[in-house]
């Protein structure tokens, strides 16, 4: 444990600032725990204070000048506040003001920011004393650790031990299987130590068909797979096409692959190469049995094959190779062109000439010339088809063959029109039983039938009947209760002579009521003065259309009626001005739709400048809030919210009281307003000292749905806003909590 106390002249620490100074006095540097004495001198009354700290992470803070005068004192890792609940302030010179505890977190501790206030929240300007820098080492002071530091003078946690490594040394290094440290003999991945894996290699290779489940290693070269010799075969070569027929080698170059077996064959990862520098894999794609796939220079000319890129087939020949994805070899073909010698049997009208390289039959060894032919198939032979054969190709022909590559000179057979080979008709028969006929059922079921008539079903019911609800709109300059509800006129209704109806109903409590009925006189629109039950809720109507031919109702629409009209101005507004409040009345506001009052405030005249002060439901109100000269109005509002022009202003003159009287002052919830609201409404609130206040939303069953403010507030009165946007309407309990008050009042929401 290490005590350290700053050097400081007191002289010049309790002259040299303005409002305050604050120092750093004794110090016990303990890496794990420490503690740090801050000294103040001021010479103005310290209502509250916030200190921020660096080099040190704060557990606690207690003690000093501050806990002796009641102060609140809380802390985080490096920020210290402290505060008076009753307005209680110090002064001091050169005193401790607080003690922290806590880790330090290096050499040096500062003070970061620093802001002193008065009770009434008022800050003051002032100096802070310099950074303190420890005399003391960091470091390890274990002599067992690798990091020992014999200059260390205070414990860290920094030491770093051998065992807790697995070290056998302070190098790093580790025991080898042979027990040596440093010793580089090791397990193998068979778990022998100094092994050479022989004992658990063999093949890993799910796919093998010697897939060995006990290896751990592969073995080289040691997995057996399934061969594909045979089955894929190489089946088409177009290796030098014919530009006599506009058929370029870029564009039409291409070798065909056909599956001989009666397997579907993944080609996942198998190879293509020619000698000529073509080499592709293939991606995922399954061949299934007797098919076809055609890798080509240029895809877009042969649409569902793959391309191998710009490079071209030898035109003289060369050596194509397929393997499959574990390299092993599938086809390999070693084409010519038939003209290198005499000896050379391959059949030369593939080269240039229109024709591809066919193998005459899949089970045919490609490895030979004489399994090869010049395609029937000119130009371009038959990529992604059988090869070359004769018959009729064409697919509507009765005697259609799609085995033939070759079409036949005038043998296909074709049935008559709208009918199959077999006789029978292939087209819809008509309403007339005649095979691909013209007439048809009109919609009301009759063949070749002229349909209903407009707007009328096949009953002679209409479809489009009107009488719909246009738009229902609230009556102007009324107080409420009466909407226009304009509807279309029904069909049926075409003039004044029939005895015809139309009814307006209201959707009230579950059911439809009648409230207002008239006669129907052919008019493209009807407007009817209806009755609501509530302002500024909706409603819902429809119309019920009363004709000759039937009753018809509408959709039905909702509306709502609103209250336009705001109370008269509260007249007679006096007041009584008393020792430690004034009283204001005003003459009562004869409305049947009144709801309450709301006061306002204001240092001067202008009513632009009023804060509202209360609300309350009385034609009175006594205002404590009476030190200075004020101006007071009032106006009434109803429960619609539809506000009066202010009253006659009353002025009072309170300059003279003594702050005596200011002590009187208690908290109060001034008001709401407006109540009822749409979305937001204003709470007002007044505390006489600096005070830290809760205020709560709550439903009447007592759940608490918002807090709008959970922090200090300075003397005086203060105003907030709830949004209640995302809430339903009804009735809501606004609460104020100080530490020694409590005050609800009730809020309507209407939307």
């Known amino acids: 444990m290490k ?20 120092i750093f006095g004794e110090i016990d540097e303990q890496f794990s725990q420490g503690s740090i004495e801050i000294l103040i001198s001021n010479n103005q009354p310290i209502g509250g204070f916030q200190i921020e700290f660096s080099g040190i992470e704060l557990d606690s803070v207690f003690g000093g000048i501050a806990s002796d005068s009641g102060f609140v004192l809380t802390n985080s890792s490096n920020v210290v506040m402290g505060y008076s609940l009753d307005g209680t302030t110090f002064t001091a010179d050169s005193l401790p003001l607080i003690n922290l505890s806590g880790s330090f977190a290096g050499q040096t501790v500062c003070f970061d920011n620093v802001i002193m206030s008065s009770s009434a929240g008022q800050a003051y300007s002032g100096t802070v004393g310099q950074c303190w820098e420890s005399p003391s080492v960091l470091g390890c002071m274990d002599s067992r650790a690798c990091n020992y530091n014999p200059n260390a003078t205070i414990q860290d946690d920094s030491c770093i031990f051998m065992e807790d490594n697995g070290w056998c040394d302070c190098d790093g290094n580790v025991i080898d299987c042979n027990g040596e440290c440093g010793g580089n003999t090791f397990f193998d991945e068979c778990g022998e130590c100094g092994g050479d894996n022989s004992t658990c290699s063999g093949c890993t290779d799910q796919n093998a068909e010697n897939y060995d489940p006990d290896a751990i290693v592969l073995c080289d070269d040691c ?34 692959f056909y599956n001989a077996s009666s397997d579907s064959i993944n080609l996942f990862n198998w190879k293509f190469s020619s ?47 397929l393997t499959d994805s574990n390299l092993q070899i599938v086809d390999v073909v070693i084409y010519s062109d038939g003209f290198q010698g005499l000896m050379d049997q391959w059949p030369q009208a593939a080269d240039a000439e229109g024709s591809t390289l066919e193998l005459i039959a899949p089970q045919f060894d490609n490895s030979l010339p004489q399994s090869w032919q010049a395609s029937y198939v000119v130009p371009g032979g038959t990529p992604g088809y059988q090869n070359s054969s ?22 296909c057979e074709y049935p008559d029109f709208n009918y199959d080979c077999l006789g029978n008709c292939i087209v819809e028969i008509d309403c007339n039983g005649v095979c691909g006929g013209i007439a048809e059922l009109d919609e009301c079921g009759v063949c070749n039938g002229s349909g209903a008539e407009y707007n009328l079903d096949c009953d002679g019911n209409c479809i489009e009947c009107g009488g719909e609800i246009i ?52 008019q493209d629109r009807y407007v009817y003065e209806v009755p609501t039950i509530y302002n500024n809720v909706n409603t819902e109507f429809r119309v019920l259309s009363g004709m000759n031919e039937g009753i018809w109702a509408s959709d039905s629409m909702s509306g709502t009626s609103l209250d336009n009209i705001a109370p008269s101005s509260p007249e007679n507004l006096s007041i009584e001005v008393g020792g430690s409040s004034n009283l204001l009345s005003w003459n009562m506001v004869d409305a049947s739709d009144l709801f309450a009052y709301t006061l306002y405030k204001s240092s001067d005249s202008l009513t632009t400048n009023a804060e509202v002060i209360a609300e309350t439901s009385n034609n009175f109100y006594e205002d404590i809030d009476v030190i200075g000269d004020f101006y007071y109005w009032v106006s009434a509002f109803d429960v619609n919210g539809n506000e009066s022009e202010f009253s006659n202003y009353v002025k ?26 749409n979305s937001i409404i204003k709470i007002d609130y007044y505390v006489p000292i600096l005070s830290s206040v809760l205020i709560e939303v709550y439903t009447v069953t007592g759940i608490k749905i918002d807090t709008l403010q959970a922090s200090l507030s300075s003397p005086g009165a203060h105003s907030i806003y709830w949004n209640a946007n995302s809430h339903s309407s009804g009735i809501y309990i606004v609460r104020m909590t100080t530490n020694s008050f409590t005050e609800s009042q009730k809020i309507i929401l209407v939307k």
Request: net charge negative; hydrophobic share 35%.
């Open 223 to 256: 997995c057996e797979y399934q061969s594909f010799l045979g089955m894929v075969v190489i089946n088409e070569i177009n290796y030098n096409p014919a530009s006599t027929f506009a058929q370029d080698d870029a564009d039409y170059e291409f070798i065909e």
């Open 275 to 321: 000698e000529g520098g073509i080499n592709f894999t293939f991606p995922i794609y399954i061949l299934e049995p007797d098919s076809y796939i055609l890798l080509a220079r240029n895809s877009d000319t042969f649409p569902g094959s793959f391309d191998y890129g710009d490079v071209m087939l030898n035109n003289d020949g060369e050596r194509l190779t």
């Open 652 to 677: 009072v003159e309170n300059s003279n009281l003594s702050n005596e009287k200011k002590s009187l002052e208690k908290y109060a919830l001034l008001g709401c307003y407006p109540n009822p609201f």
């Open 390 to 411: 004769f018959g009729c190709l064409d697919p509507y022909a009765c005697n259609y063959n799609p085995d033939v590559t070759i079409s036949c000179d005038d043998c």
């Open 471 to 522: 738009s229902i709109i609230d009556i102007p300059d009324d107080q409420g209760g009466r909407v226009y509800v304009e509807f279309q006129k029904h069909f049926f209704d075409t003039d004044s002579l029939r005895n015809e109806f139309y009814s307006v109903e209201r959707y009230d409590n579950n059911q439809w009521v009648n409230v207002i009925s008239g006669a129907a006189y052919n």
């Open 3 to 22: 005590f350290y106390k700053n050097i400081i002249i007191l002289a010049v620490f309790s002259l040299c600032f303005s409002d305050f100074n604050i």
